[in-house]
């Protein structure tokens, strides 16, 4: 069971509700709040709100550490599941990493079917593949690399291989896309298919099942009637579901959500965000001073809040820097110390000017906050539902309507714990077929399904083979005058726009016209002064001038053997 929310507090107090109901146990499913020491710039919920009820995967690893990879969150989420299944109890997943969750949730039917014994050992394996500067694979034994030890050769034999046994894989990847390159050629070698012929089949499953859902393209009630009927699987091939699944949206009308999460910063704030930013700013400076540079690209570095309330930190330094100075009688300075990668310089703040850099930090974070969650509903809206129409699984989404009643216990009680606990009870008890219609649990609810119905009927009316037609094939291409890789089309158009490019095909150019030009010379092999070697070594600024047309006729030939 999904708690798959755009508010990760309340959807993480309804997750509570549900584990204390049905004996449940929580799976955290937000990247940022795999991260320990951290508790309120990731939003976790306070151990007095979790009522006993075990978590996992919630401040288990440290912000210094190594960011998972989504096949890391998988395997440690899927493990974590079946251990609680073990005991009895009820999984519940929350949190707000929807590229996490749904690689749990989901399943590619015919390629988690044909390898599902090999599965974690298999996304163990490439989670130990290391990539150095020279794309090399560093040879570790593996599980499956003793099954098939070609898995242990270099990149370029594996890319080797791959095109022999599977040439369309092969040139869709990038020469340095090492991981890529390895699954394709493991997915053959355990199969005994190529990878294209099996993603190949895949699609062609999904635009059958379409033609159910798009079988009246005008006829919203048609749609209607059948989105919460499954069909058989005889008739659409295996579900894209990995288990029996209920998904909570705990929604919000946008004029309360806009005021929610401005008030939520401004509790994080008053709970201590800035402090906790502020650790994570030393930290910068304290590795910065040791000569070690943090890649704040990833990991708890892009997280909302620090790098919002950094430009703070670095007057907050500045000013203290100024002090010292002082108190030492070096005089004033107008530096911000330069630890962190991104530090530039700027004025001294007096305490009324950092009272307001403070705050407009804040209202980043807001602006930030507000973003975040937008980018949220459109990914639930989009692919979230469109992985449920592929696997007939739309009826499996219940949104609980929560406008009005987070602060109002009585409220919470009937808008959100109650027709939640109906639903899953339902669902525990008859199954899914059983389970209550999904519009009619609130009027927001029919609202947002009836919306995401018109969607499906509008994105429907390309039938299968024009979706087909239209889907982007990445096709990795070489170019034959720079020996650049790329795996698209619009990657193909910026390159030969690039500079590099245009300074690589003008050499070309070049060459070929010195080459031809020196050809000619050695065709003709006699001049005035006898025959020409072959083997003479032109003057290289003559040849080109020779070649560009700059040359002054056969006087420069006959001085270039004087």
Not at 119 to 137: F, H, L, P, W, Y
Not at 461 to 472: H, I, K, L, N, Y
Request: net charge negative; proline share 4%.
């Amino acid at each position: 069971m999904d708690q798959d929310s755009i508010h990760s507090i309340h959807s993480a107090i309804l997750a509570v509700d549900l584990a204390t109901r049905f004996n449940g146990e929580i799976i955290n499913g937000d990247a940022m709040q795999l991260y320990k020491g951290l508790p309120i710039i990731t939003n976790q919920i306070p151990t007095e709100e979790r009522k006993g009820i075990p978590h996992h995967l919630l401040g288990c690893i440290g912000f210094d550490q190594e960011p998972w990879h989504v096949s890391h969150f998988k395997r440690e989420c899927l493990r974590t599941i079946k251990e609680i299944r073990g005991r009895g109890k009820l999984p519940v997943l929350v949190g707000g990493t929807h590229y996490y969750t749904q690689a749990v949730l989901f399943k590619e039917a015919i390629l988690d079917r044909d390898g599902e014994n090999d599965e974690e050992s298999g996304n163990a394996d490439r989670e130990r593949m290391v990539t150095d500067g020279n794309s090399e694979i560093s040879k570790i034994a593996t599980p499956q690399s003793e099954k098939f030890p070609i898995l242990n050769a270099s990149p370029e034999v594996i890319l080797q291989k791959l095109r022999e046994v599977d040439p369309a894989m092969a040139s869709r990847w990038h020469p340095n896309d090492t991981r890529r390159i390895y699954r394709s050629l493991e997915i053959y070698l355990q199969t005994g298919r190529p990878a294209s012929e099996i993603y190949q089949e895949q699609q062609r499953l999904k635009d059958a099942a379409s033609i159910l859902d798009n079988h009246s393209l005008h006829d919203l009630s048609y749609v209607e009637n059948h989105a919460t009927t499954r069909p058989s699987p005889a008739s659409v091939g295996p579900s894209h579901l990995r288990f029996p699944t209920l998904l909570f949206w705990v929604h919000t009308e946008d004029g309360e959500l806009t005021r929610r999460l401005s008030q939520r910063v401004d509790n994080m704030a008053e709970q201590g965000l800035v402090a906790e930013a502020e650790s994570l700013f030393n930290y910068l400076n304290e590795k910065h001073a040791q000569g070690v540079e943090i890649d704040r690209t990833r990991g708890v570095w892009v997280s909302i809040g620090f790098k919002e309330l950094e430009p703070y930190f670095q007057a907050l330094l500045s000013s203290a820097s100024t002090s010292a100075a002082a108190t030492n009688g070096a005089g004033s300075v107008d530096i911000v110390s330069d630890a962190a990668s991104n530090i530039t310089s700027t004025s001294i703040l007096n305490p009324e000017q950092l009272s307001n850099l403070k705050q407009s930090c804040l209202s980043s974070i807001k602006s930030a906050t507000r973003h975040y969650y937008r980018q949220q509903i459109r990914w639930i809206r989009g692919r979230l539902w469109n992985a449920l129409t592929d696997a007939h699984a739309t009826q499996q989404l219940y949104v609980i309507d929560s406008t009005g009643a987070c602060s109002n216990p009585s409220a919470w009680q009937s808008a959100v714990r109650e027709p939640a606990e109906r639903v899953v009870e339902s669902f525990l008890s008859r199954g899914v077929a059983e389970c209550p219609d999904p519009r009619e649990l609130s009027e927001a609810a029919k609202r947002v399904f009836e919306t995401q119905l018109q969607s499906s009927v509008a994105a429907g009316a390309v039938d299968g083979e024009e979706r087909a037609r239209q889907r982007t094939v990445f096709k990795c291409s070489t170019c034959d005058v720079c020996g650049i890789a790329v795996q698209s089309d619009e990657q193909w158009e910026v390159h030969v726009r690039g500079r590099r490019h245009k300074r690589a095909v003008k050499s070309a150019e070049k060459r070929r016209a010195r080459d031809e030009y020196l050809e000619s010379r050695r065709e003709r092999g006699v001049m005035e002064k006898g025959v020409v070697n072959p083997d003479c070594n032109l003057d290289e600024r003559l040849v080109d001038e020779l070649a560009q047309g700059q040359g002054k006729g056969e006087d420069e030939g006959e001085r270039v053997n004087n």
